[in-house]
């Protein structure tokens, strides 16, 4: 057995090195020591599509590993990942295929079940993703029941800087938490890597997926700047509004910032936004299936 010398086992422990360590395999899983009793299930999902748009592009690969935790937001079991592939319509475009590693010969010929994706599914609480901007809005088009059940997002829903983390990419938080993953990009690989995630202690004592299911049940509303002038256009876009499928600017809002964006709004347009509640349900989902709420205002009041 090799024994480390002195000036090796020091870089191990001193303040100039970090060690990563290779990620829990799922099928290895067990749960810490001081794990309470289940108190939620969750369905850790990731998909592979051929592009950004889920009304034109197509998921081609989808893994699911439905995970219970305890009260204190611990990962206490995982249930056996299960993932599936699918050929597109089209054939995957040669850059996709260098992010993801799927080829049409990998595809070739092989179809998703979508109601078995729905059972599966249906088994949780919540569905769980790292970016649920994304993956909620390509999942409702294959499986369009996902759209009723509450959404957290691992990206979003964590105030990563708050927690001493920086970045937003997966791997690299990944990393900051010592973990490193020898494999990406596969969708069952990065569930792996984000189950891991989720289960890292923060500096607070508390676990990552504590922090992203408080995070996603915390109110949160949708700014919208209906009836807008067309000069004011520029401004609300780069304070972070974009606009709708149906033509809105719109801006999620969390509870910290509530005040601050009326007071900004009211100062910028003369009256305040017309504000939707949005809950974890409703969070993240694509901007063409919520209907924008119709307001009349004098002009009067676009006075600034």
């Known amino acids: ?45 990731d998909l592979e599509t051929t592009g950004f748009d889920p009304q034109y592009d197509e998921i081609i690969e989808i893994a699911v590993a439905i995970i219970m ?38 595809t070739g010929g092989r179809r998703f079940v979508p109601q078995q994706i729905a059972d599966h599914l249906a088994k949780a609480d919540a569905c769980l ?45 990944l990393m900051q938490s010592g973990l490193f993953n020898p494999t990406a990009h596969r969708a069952a690989d990065d569930v792996a890597s984000l189950v891991n995630l989720l289960a890292h202690e923060c500096n607070d004592g508390r676990t990552v997926m504590a922090h992203a299911l408080a995070g996603a049940k915390a109110p949160s509303w949708r700014f919208e700047a209906s009836d807008l002038p067309y000069r004011l256009r520029k401004d609300v876009y780069r304070r972070g509004y974009r606009r709708s499928y149906r033509g809105v600017y719109h801006r999620l809002v969390r509870e910290q910032e509530h005040n601050a964006e009326i007071a900004w709004y009211r100062e910028l347009v003369g009256r305040d936004p017309t504000i939707v509640p949005v809950d974890w349900t409703d969070r993240y989902r694509a901007d063409w299936t919520w209907e924008p709420v119709e307001r009349k205002v004098e002009v009067a009041h676009w006075r600034r």
């Open 1 to 45: 057995m090799h024994t480390p010398n002195s000036a090796a086992a020091k870089r191990d422990t001193d303040d100039d090195t970090r060690i990563l360590h290779r990620i829990t395999p799922l099928s290895d899983w067990q749960a810490p020591v001081d794990a309470g009793p289940p108190s939620m299930t969750i369905a850790v999902l």
């Open 69 to 106: 935790i305890d009260e204190q937001g611990r990962v206490i079991a995982v249930e056996n990942l299960k993932s599936g592939i699918q050929q597109p319509c089209r054939p995957i475009e040669p850059h996709i295929t260098a992010i993801t590693g799927i080829t049409d010969e990998m």
């Open 129 to 173: 993703a790292f970016n649920a901007a994304f993956d909620r809005r390509h999942l409702e088009q294959l499986v369009p029941s996902v759209g009723k059940m509450p959404w957290i997002c691992a990206l979003a829903d964590v105030d990563w800087l708050a927690l001493g983390f920086d970045g937003r990419a997966q791997g690299y938080l």
